[in-house]
């Protein structure tokens, strides 16, 4: 019995390796499928990057973290800026803008429009080598807005008044609880208008326009693509492809490698999107949005 043992051993030892650590081969085996490079182009480190502006624009240190990483990264020879999104406040548009700027002297930078590039995102664009916009996209809306809700007559009938103590004529300035007053429009209207004359003159500067005409490609006008670049907006149109091949040509590199979105995200949004395809099959009522 003992010689059969031994003889069948090398047969019986890794089987009862495997039933004991079966479920940690499983992990490791989908930590392989996940991460294991697909081809041989994929070993090597990407020389190109993307880094996509999407939504309001409300906060910007995590796209402002991706641009500067990619302007000390030496191996990144070029940068697009794939832009979606109807804008957002000021102060973070306005970093993200020199943010770009900062990348532009050290390394070619081409924003393209995929979808929207209003206001604050067009901001945050203007200091690109180019900006080129899908045929489809709307271009523009460069202006400064403020408001706020005159809540007077609602706390009126529910019987709620407002108090405060406060320093200072206009710190109750924007308040929602009265309509404002002339001399606080003209207070927030100086705000807004330093606003828009600085919006206004760094897009000139950057684009190369005439600041005296700026009725013709600001005051809050939308533009289609096309409309946008016989106004100087924008330097070309095209789609996403033509937008990575005029990164390639301006970084003038012989084997382009594009960053690939991480493989572990990519799974992740495919089962959400099974889940929701899943719910909404048997519970059409509720949509994930």
């Known amino acids: 019995m003992k010689f059969i043992k031994i003889?069948?051993?090398?047969?019986?030892?890794?089987?009862?390796?495997?039933?004991?650590?079966?479920?940690?081969?499983?992990?490791?085996?989908?930590?392989?499928?996940?991460?294991?490079?697909?081809?041989?182009?994929?070993l090597a480190s990407n020389n190109l990057q993307e880094i996509n502006l999407v939504g309001a624009i409300m906060q910007s240190s995590e796209i402002v973290k991706q641009i500067d990483d990619a302007r000390e990264?030496?191996?990144i020879k070029g940068v697009l800026l794939n832009v979606n999104?109807?804008?957002?406040?000021?102060?973070?548009?306005?970093?993200?803008?020199?943010?770009?700027?900062?990348?532009?002297?050290?390394?070619?930078v081409v924003v393209y429009a995929s979808g929207t590039i209003a206001s604050g995102s067009?901001?945050?664009?203007?200091?690109?080598?180019?900006?080129?916009?899908?045929?489809?996209?709307?271009?523009g809306s460069i202006g400064v807005i403020m408001e706020g809700a005159n809540l007077s007559g609602l706390m009126q009938k529910l019987g709620v008044e407002s108090q405060s103590i406060q320093a200072g004529e206009f710190k109750k300035v924007g308040t929602p609880s009265r309509k404002w007053s002339e001399a606080e429009v003209a207070e927030?209207?100086?705000?807004?208008?330093?606003?828009?004359?600085?919006?206004?003159?760094?897009v000139a500067d950057a684009r190369g326009l005439d600041y005296n005409k700026r009725d013709s490609f600001a005051n809050a006008h939308i533009f289609t693509a096309k409309q946008a670049q016989s106004v100087g907006l924008i330097d070309s149109l095209g789609v996403g492809?033509?937008?990575?091949?005029?990164v390639e040509a301006l970084s003038q590199l012989k084997n382009p490698i594009w960053n690939k979105e991480d493989k572990f995200d990519k799974i992740i949004k495919k089962l959400t999107a099974s889940t929701a395809v899943t719910l909404h099959t048997y519970f059409p009522a509720l949509v994930l949005k």
């Open 122 to 139: 067009y901001y945050a664009s203007i200091w690109a080598d180019e900006i080129m916009a899908n045929p489809g996209s709307m271009v």
């Open 85 to 108: 999104s109807p804008g957002g406040a000021v102060a973070p548009s306005i970093e993200i803008a020199y943010a770009i700027k900062r990348l532009q002297k050290e390394k070619p």
């Open 73 to 75: 990264d030496a191996n």
């Open 7 to 42: 003889l069948f051993s090398p047969i019986t030892i890794p089987m009862k390796f495997i039933q004991d650590h079966f479920k940690a081969m499983i992990f490791l085996l989908i930590l392989f499928l996940l991460f294991a490079p697909e081809s041989e182009k994929d």
């Open 188 to 202: 927030l209207n100086k705000v807004i208008q330093g606003t828009y004359d600085m919006f206004t003159k760094d």
């Open 241 to 246: 492809y033509d937008a990575k091949k005029r």
